[in-house]
């Protein structure tokens, strides 16, 4: 039994502990453009402190928060009429709405973005249809903004929205709305006093599946943004790839990670301590 317990730690410390360390190894160190890897390993915090201390990457985590937050609510207000209506549909359409949810998974997710792209483009497909039917001779383009890559974030991760919501949903009891409304409430009031406090868990777990990936995103930002679009995702990139500042990307990848582990950490942390009052009130 010991041995089937230490697999799974096992794994997690070469395919997680190992490299984590390596990375935090290199963001310590400092950069050296002429060696090869680029990086003099050491005991330094210059790549820390240059990420909170420099307007460029402030501007970077303040946009990615801001981009990641806003697609969330959008995602979330999108996601949650969309899992409302699957989980009171008939039993034998819900696979099938299930899968129309999931299709856009069959597809490469380079694709789907590179569709966008044709879509928003100043000659795509949404400003032909514009200036066909009138109601903008010059409507300019979508894509290149800040709205594109929210637009592209919410699409691509709608589906992680919906699911999660989609299985508390389901297994809310409805004759607990029916007492409501025979007590008298009415459905808006039974919504927000039964099922939206009900639902609390699959709304937090669909808005991390959406906020986490979306702080760090890089190839929607790339393709769909302008430059003016700066998230952090791309900052690490640059800095890996066209700056060659191994320390300072690897110092960011460490500082996304603290991010984004943090909220996660607390979640849990919550749901593990949210039936105690519960069991205190029934003693």
């Known amino acids: 039994m010991r041995y089937v317990i230490a697999l799974p730690f096992l794994w997690l410390g070469i395919f997680f502990l190992l490299p984590f360390a390596l990375v935090l190894a290199i963001a310590l160190g400092t950069n050296a453009p002429d060696s090869v890897p680029p990086v003099d390993l050491g005991i330094g915090l210059k790549s820390f402190t240059l990420l909170f201390t420099?307007?460029?990457?402030?501007?970077?985590?303040?946009t990615s928060l801001r981009i990641a937050a806003?697609?969330?609510?959008?995602?979330?207000?999108?996601?949650?009429?969309?899992?409302?209506?699957i989980a009171r549909a008939a039993p034998r359409r819900r696979p099938l709405?299930?899968?129309?949810?999931?299709?856009p998974f069959w597809t490469s997710f380079l694709i789907r973005v590179y569709a966008w792209m044709g879509l928003l483009d100043e000659n795509g497909l949404l400003n032909q249809f514009l200036r066909w039917s009138g109601i903008a001779a010059n409507p300019g383009t979508i894509l290149g903004t800040e709205w594109a890559v929210q637009l592209g974030i919410v699409y691509a991760?709608?589906?992680f929205m919906v699911l999660p919501l989609y299985a508390v949903l389901e297994k809310l009891d409805v004759s607990l709305l029916e007492a409501a409304?025979?007590?008298?409430?009415?459905?808006?009031?039974?919504?927000?006093?039964i099922t939206l406090p009900l639902s609390l868990p699959g709304?937090?777990?669909?808005?991390?599946?959406?906020f986490i990936p979306a702080v760090g995103e890089?190839?929607?930002?790339?393709?769909?943004?302008?430059?003016?679009?700066?998230?952090?995702?791309?900052?690490?990139?640059?800095?890996?790839?066209?700056?060659a500042d191994w320390p300072l990307a690897s110092a960011v990848a460490i500082c996304l990670l603290v991010l984004?582990?943090?909220?996660?950490?607390?979640?849990?942390?919550?749901?593990?301590?949210?039936?105690?009052?519960?069991?205190?009130?029934?003693?």
Do not use: H
């Open 260 to 283: 984004l582990a943090a909220p996660i950490a607390l979640f849990q942390r919550q749901q593990a301590r949210g039936p105690e009052p519960a069991r205190e009130r029934r003693r």
């Open 54 to 62: 420099d307007d460029l990457y402030l501007a970077a985590w303040l």
């Open 97 to 103: 709405l299930l899968m129309l949810v999931v299709l």
């Open 218 to 243: 890089f190839v929607i930002p790339d393709l769909l943004g302008g430059t003016e679009t700066l998230m952090i995702g791309k900052v690490l990139w640059d800095e890996f790839f066209t700056n």
């Open 181 to 193: 409304a025979d007590l008298g409430a009415r459905p808006i009031a039974a919504f927000l006093t």
């Open 70 to 85: 806003t697609s969330t609510l959008v995602a979330l207000l999108l996601g949650y009429p969309m899992a409302y209506a």
């Open 203 to 210: 709304v937090v777990a669909g808005c991390l599946l959406v």
């Open 157 to 159: 991760y709608l589906p």
